[in-house]
């Protein structure tokens, strides 16, 4: 069975702040947590940021597909690329240090998006935006844990995902919303984005200092390191993980055209709202299974994802909108428990000398599928049709499905990792 640490344990994680030096003021345990949630939030913002801003840039600047496809896929690489080289660097100079500079790419990759005059400014804002995320993400995440209080510290999971849903919801509504209907369509919602980037800047630079790990110059803590006593439970949170982040090719990369062919709508506004039922389901969702325990997270998660994906196929190939949206929501639902489970399976066998490492492993995995996927089906839809690429997308995800339900059902032994000093 899957274990809970116990309060001593948590406790000692979460109550090594150490008084602000030199009378420095330090923002309190619940601020703290919340401006962790916020960059947590800010990955999926800055991921579905020009969701609904490709189709002008085409339009304007009179792109191919292939170029669009470039722009979506360097993303993912970018974000891989950081994830390789400072995956758990946060580990070694701490998370507010790490957060701090993912933020700074990120504003910069927002700011060029906000003002770019040809396709080359919107390849290295996104690029900007992938080294941001890849320095930000998993230290975000590593936070939410170390600074949720030691009574709570199973509901950590459901702050990181239950920030997630927030930063994609309102990517995708209130892009939606600007681009649809406010001035300069394609740079408005970027400014917007780029004012919230400033302010989680003020607040990550206020968060508290930790006692540093003394581990010194330890190489491998750059890089995403798994240690051999983790791995059973990193296999078991990978494959869910890996799944989950497979539907954002179907949404973010595919799901417009989709909805193009099913809706036959224009209205920017319209189709971001129904991309955004996957976040709202996926939050919803992520609030009502808290109870649930991670092995059975993993369980209901797998199988109502490949469900979804059954449906899917079924609403691309009877161009049925009704099902189209049962299956956005069930994708949600199913990315909340698969993330959930797997984050509470890892975060409690994690040992927090290395948690940076691990979970910079874990997004590492997750982005490098997510963009593998993406440029995969982005080059069979236009050669062979855009039914033939969804059906192949939510096969594959089936796949990683069938993987988490075999791990999950093995009813592994995962114990508690003793806490240890390390740098946060």
Partial sequence: MIKVASASVRHTVAGRTEPPAGGRFALGRRASLLVSAGVVGHTLWTSAAPALTYG??????????????????????????????????????????????GLWASLAGALLFAVAPDVWWVFAGRALMGIGVGLAASPSTAAILEFTSPERAKSAASVTMGAQ???????????????????????????????????????TWLLPRHTPGGRGGDWRSRMPFVPKEVRQAFAMTSTAM???????????????????????????????????????????????????????ALIVGALISSAGMVLLILAVSMRDLVI?????????????????????????????RHRGGILAALYLLSYLSMGALALALGALATARGLSLAVDLGAAAIILMNVATLVFATRKPTITPSA??????
Avoid at 166 to 178: H, K, P
Avoid at 334 to 349: D, R, T
């Fill in 56 to 101: 002008l840039y085409a339009e304007e600047w009179h792109l191919t597909h292939t170029v669009i496809a470039a722009i979506f896929a360097i993303y993912p690489i970018a974000v891989v690329v950081m994830l390789l080289g400072f995956g758990g660097i946060s580990d070694q100079i701490g998370r507010r240090m790490t957060m701090l500079a």
């Fill in 165 to 203: 849903a927030i930063g994609f919801a309102t990517a995708l509504l209130l892009g939606g919303a600007l681009t649809q209907y406010g001035p300069w369509p394609a740079h408005l919602c970027f400014w917007v984005l780029a004012v919230f980037l400033i302010v989680l800047l003020i607040g």
């Fill in 242 to 296: 890996i799944a989950a982040y497979a539907f954002g090719v179907l949404v973010l990369s595919l799901g417009g055209q989709v909805e193009h062919d099913l809706i036959g709508s224009p209205n920017a506004l319209l189709n971001s709202a129904v991309l955004s039922l996957f976040p709202i389901v996926m939050g919803a969702i992520g609030i009502v299974a808290r109870p649930l325990s991670p092995r059975r």
């Fill in 324 to 352: 189209y949206l049962l299956a956005t929501a069930a994708a949600g639902g199913a990315y909340s428990l698969l993330f959930v489970g797997g984050l509470q399976v890892i975060s409690v066998a994690a040992p927090e």
């Fill in 419 to 424: 806490a240890s000093p390390a740098s946060t």
